[in-house]
């Protein structure tokens, strides 16, 4: 049973579309993200949050929303999709947000063309 | 703030060779000190943490990592590398004040030659 996962796995849209990405986990956590991996493997945070609250929004194109329906579940949507999206998508969550590791989803993959 | 360096962008290695892999962070509060491991295609996985007490870690997969302080330093070894080792490794610091920041180093391609 997939502790952390997303879907979709693979996604290729044309620039211009909106999609979305779901992420849930079953760990029981309270505290979830969202990270960018760019092509240098590099790992940028996006979105985290808390019980569904938002604590964390770092520097994101407002074309990017997260929503949080309960506090396993925390979605990505991202409209007007540019060439510069493309990227893996991870999620994570974290029992406790102080001191806590993460745990990863095995990525979603995005390519704009 | 907080950051995370990793020196060596790319790091070639022969099987059975030790190795290790640095990190430097620097902080103005006490932080939690993290090692991830990233096989191709894959999510991050744990290899080790370091929260607080003695400052040698052992993870998984033979790996260990020791904390320094003094010289902000957590470091990743493995006296004797595989080939199933081959895999882009980060290190990753959390501030143990504040919540939910977490943030990675820009990672090191570790390639084990036959």
């Known amino acids: 049973d997939t502790a952390v996962s997303q879907t979709p796995k693979y996604l290729v849209t044309q620039m211009g579309n909106d999609k979305s990405i779901k992420c849930e986990q079953n760990l029981g956590h309270d505290t979830m993200y969202w990270y960018k991996q760019d092509s240098k493997k590099f790992l940028k945070i996006m979105f985290s949050?808390?019980?569904?609250?938002?604590?964390i929004n770092e520097t994101v194109p407002n074309r990017f929303s997260p929503k949080s329906p309960d506090k396993a579940h925390l979605n990505l949507h991202i409209n007007s999709l540019e060439l510069g999206d493309s990227a893996v998508y991870f999620c994570a969550s974290r029992l406790d947000p102080s001191t806590g590791e993460l745990f990863f989803g095995e990525g979603s993959r995005l390519t704009v063309l | 703030a907080q950051s995370v360096t990793q020196l060596d962008s790319q790091v070639p290695v022969f099987e059975e060779a030790p190795v290790e892999l640095r990190c430097n962070y620097s902080?103005?509060?006490?932080?939690?000190l993290f090692w991830y491991v990233q096989y191709p295609n894959q999510g991050l996985q744990l290899l080790l943490k370091y929260l607080s007490g003695s400052t040698l870690v052992k993870g998984i997969n033979g790996f260990e990592a020791e904390f320094n302080k003094s010289q902000t330093s957590f470091h990743l070894r493995k006296p004797s590398v595989h080939i199933s080792d081959t895999a882009e490794y980060f290190c990753?610091?959390?501030?143990?004040?504040?919540?939910?920041?977490?943030?990675f180093g820009t990672g090191t391609s570790l390639t084990v030659i036959p």
């Open positions: 902080s103005s509060v006490s932080v939690y």
């Open positions: 990753a610091v959390t501030p143990g004040n504040t919540g939910n920041q977490f943030y």
């Open positions: 949050y808390n019980n569904k609250e938002l604590i």
